[in-house]
């Protein structure tokens, strides 16, 4: 007899419909999908921004599945004991999402797969949070890459299965367990006043990443190399965003951008190596889970950084009055929209742990808690790779002068105005918002002056070259 017991589809970071393994695995089955989203320890140890963002990344995925009849069941508590809990209530005997990769997210699947297996229930892990698996992808002695390039060789051609088609139905149950109610876990709590300013800037959902990235492919990609270093032009995807939630799935974005190079867009190919280099990221935190938490390349571990996020300096860096006009309109800008710019955030990185002389972990941390497309894997690499301490880390004499890198991408000065305030008669609403943003306890007003530099550009350089020579002897 064929098993009719309900299978959970456990959501977590893959809210969408669409080229969802998982989801098209259950529905092969003909059995009633029970969809599940489970508010643990992970999600609410998230930090303030991308814990709200991944709230309203549930509502929309909820909102979905009410349109196609189906339901999203919310529960909150440790993972394994609400799935328990679950299988008992309504007699699934299957457990099926899709992967993870960090290692609190891997211990806490590996240990939920073996215990429901022991129990006799069907647990089941698939792909799409990447588009290669980690353990796939290896250099010809069977290591993993520990530099980009290669790495981009090694996958630019290697096929890459077509997106599954959303499903037009799903299975009910005839009857669905109790819910909680998105509302009451008020996952938006620790954003205060910031909410409402962050939130209007997000594309939120399924259908939104779909017309993001069409409009992209439309509208940019193109001129996607070109301009994708100038803050102040509308040149990327914003995609990072809706792929850290599974809005999106990566094989979506690939497709995409191949078709585009096929048909002659001359920035296609670049956009596919930025999808490569996410890749890279997770495929680094897989081999090295280290990279998270620690110095990737141990020789770091004697370095002289500080380590103190409360002196002047590392305040005036994390509220964005440094007196340098483009760090403090990176960090703004993240205030305003919960993202910020990649060259951007190349510059505020190297300013923190160059001039500043501060540990990259102090800002992993920071922006852990401010960016709603925080990555893991992403953000990891992207410290450590502008710190030097990283995998193919930028050499240690590379000093990013916030000064002159203004002048070159932000030369007609759109982004700084667009950002700060104080320097101008009649500031932008854009950067008006950031007074709104940003805590009270921070005391901040736009009639304030401009504040005057923390630390001199050709002090702080020296400082940082003089504390790398002494390391390299």
């Known amino acids: 007899m064929t098993d009719q017991r309900p299978i959970l589809l456990w959501f977590r970071r893959d809210l969408r419909l669409a080229d969802h393994e998982a989801l098209t695995a259950a529905c092969a089955t003909g059995r009633p999908i029970i969809p599940v989203f489970i508010c643990d320890d992970i999600v609410d140890g998230t930090g303030a921004a991308p814990k709200m963002r991944w709230g309203q990344s549930v509502g929309a995925l909820a909102d979905q599945l009410d349109e196609i009849g189906s339901r999203l069941i919310l529960r909150r508590g440790a993972a394994l004991d609400v799935l328990q809990q679950l299988i008992a ?141 100038f803050p102040a032009v509308e040149a990327t995807s914003r995609l990072s965003e809706n792929l850290t939630y599974g809005e999106i799935a990566p094989r979506a974005l690939w497709h995409a951008g191949w078709r585009a190079m096929e048909g002659g867009a001359a920035g296609a190919e670049h956009f596919l190596k930025e999808v490569v280099w996410r890749e890279f990221a997770y495929h680094l935190l897989h081999h090295t889970p280290h990279i998270l938490d620690s110095n990737w390349r141990p020789e770091w571990d004697a370095f002289p950084w500080n380590t103190d996020e409360d002196t002047p300096e590392v305040v005036a860096w994390k509220q964005g009055r440094t007196g340098e006009p483009f760090v403090d309109a990176a960090m703004r800008e993240m205030y305003v929209t919960g993202t910020m710019h990649n060259r951007s955030r190349m510059i505020v990185a190297s300013y923190l742990t160059k001039h500043l002389m501060t540990h990259w972990e102090v800002g992993l941390k920071w922006f852990e808690d401010c960016l709603t497309d925080w990555d893991p894997a992403a953000n990891a690499m992207g410290w450590q790779w502008t710190a030097g301490s990283g995998p193919d880390a930028a050499p240690y004499f590379r000093i990013f ?73």
Request: glycine letters at 6%.
């Open 89 to 229: 209530e309504t007699g699934a005997g299957a457990v099926y999402w899709s992967r993870l990769y960090d290692p609190a997210c891997k211990a806490r699947d590996t240990a939920i797969k073996s215990t429901l297996k022991d129990q006799g229930i069907d647990a089941q892990s698939f792909a799409g949070h990447l588009l290669f698996e980690p353990w796939t992808v290896s250099t010809k002695d069977g290591g993993y890459y520990r530099v980009y390039s290669p790495m981009w060789k090694a996958v630019r051609d290697r096929p890459v299965a077509p997106c599954l088609p959303a499903p037009e139905t799903i299975p009910t149950p005839e009857v669905w367990p109790a819910s909680d109610r998105l509302e009451d876990w008020n996952l938006s709590a620790a954003m205060r006043g910031g909410a409402d300013v962050v939130t209007a800037h997000q594309a939120i959902g399924e259908k939104a990443a779909a017309a993001r990235l069409d409009d992209f492919i439309e509208h940019r990609i193109d001129d996607y190399k070109a301009n994708r270093d």
């Open 401 to 473: 002068n916030p000064e002159t890198q203004l002048e070159k991408f932000d030369g007609d000065r759109i982004y700084r105005k667009r950002w700060i305030a104080e320097r101008y008669a009649t500031p932008t609403e854009t950067a008006l918002s950031y007074f709104d943003a940003v805590p009270l306890s921070w005391g901040l007003t736009p009639n304030m002056d401009y504040p005057e530099r923390v630390v001199s550009l050709e002090a702080g350089r020296a400082r940082a070259l003089d504390a790398y020579s002494a390391r390299e002897k």
